[in-house]
């Protein structure tokens, strides 16, 4: 593709976490131009969290050419355990190491701060990216977008794409411009659609004796349960989940107090997380902590006009399956491939307005359903994990657990139906690969993994 053929139209990306920044590198292969706005002075905070890539996300990643350089701080999982909040180990299976036999890509456990610098650092041209730049308002025009910022400065863009989170502000510029355009109470669903039902802090804690490395660990009481990931050194990565007492809505959804949290932690301090290890412990080593609801959401419009979301911003799951940011690059490989293909057909006099949005429209077709169905089964997992009803309960201390088979037979078309990208090869890893190349074939049809019912998802967590 000529580089002349692309340069005029440019995409305006809010928002520099990891669905923006795999994006900068899709429009950089891609020959379209962009802007990053980040609304802080870093691309990389310490937020206290960790991130799985699955290999549905470490496909496409390799596609750029960036995932080979993680092998420094990547930490294969390759033994999910389950235990009593007492120690009690109630189940341990090795379905991380059948998943890389099969697919070639292990479960990698990452430091979220340490993928965001690769991301960053691996970036072609890094003066794209604008710091410190918090978007305020849109106007929107016939050929183009105008984003305003805080401290004056103004971007313009043919497109503006959401990667900013779940309290997005180029969604909240949406929902407001199609309220004063669109048809009348267009957004009214998907402006409460947020809710949330657990909260949970979550931290980074120095390296601890007798955690194994590449090691998932659920921990399981009656409406409270805990997740913690062990990467290289025994440095913990781990998550305490607690059921709030009702589901809330939109801006009804609270936020917590130090004083809240301390309070919860020695509450609940002898919980273990894994035999010997519990809350208090990893609290007195821990070296960066958050605590928030976990909110989730699966918004109905996802564009409109020339504006669009992708990953948190409008598709926003609990991390308890570790897809949140395995979605979001999903998300923005199938949005640059609508992108590449609108711009192929356009040719040098560019999209006129009408393809734009149908290219948008297209992306949102694409994506939804396979997005919501991620959402509704991390909602599964969450509340499986934390004994959320009797029925869970039972399951719990009687069903026999599945085994590494199983759970691993469970997850192929998840992995394998995922979209890539189109317009770069693909992975000589994933050549002749039957697993890959039958989800492949699924996927062109745009299909998705039927969803089982909450009886049939397997004990382990996924």
Partial sequence: MAESRHS???????????????????????????????????????????????PNGARILEQLG?????????????RQNRYKSDGTLISSVDWPRIIEERLSYPAGILERQSFLLSLHKQLEDKSKIHLKKKVV??????????????????????????????????RQ????????????????????????QYNAFFGISDPMLGLNPGDSNTASDIHHSSLLFVSKYGLPQWFF?????????????????????EQQVEEFADFQFVKGVTLKDLMGKTRSLSYLPLEEASHNFWTYKRIVCAGDSIHKMTPNMGQGGNQAIESVATLTNCLVDMLVKAGKTGPTTAEVEKALQRYQKLRKRRAAMFVKLSALVTRDEALDTLSHTLRFLFLEPFNGEQVADFQMDLYTMAPYLNFLPIPARTVGNKYWEAGMELSRNNAVPKLPGTHQVPKARL
């Fill in 173 to 196: 510029e949406m929902q407001r411009f199609a309220e004063e355009t669109g048809p009348p109470g267009m957004m009214d669903k998907d402006k409460i659609s947020v809710t949330a």
């Fill in 8 to 54: 005029r139209f440019t995409v305006i990306i809010v928002g520099g976490s990891v669905g923006g920044l795999t994006l900068a590198h899709m429009l950089t292969h891609a020959k379209i131009n962009y802007i990053l706005l980040e609304a802080r002075d870093t691309l990389s905070p310490q937020l206290g969290a960790g991130i799985v890539i699955m």
């Fill in 66 to 78: 960036i995932y080979e350089s993680m092998d420094d701080f990547m930490t294969p999982m390759t």
């Fill in 137 to 170: 308002i849109f106007e929107h025009n016939e050929n183009y977008v105008k984003v305003k910022c805080e401290d004056g400065s103004e971007f313009f863009g043919d497109i503006v794409v959401g990667t900013d989170g779940i309290h997005s502000k180029t």
């Fill in 241 to 261: 989940f607690s059921k709030m007492p009702k589901r809330f809505q939109g801006k009804d959804i609270p936020r917590f107090t130090k004083e809240q949290m």
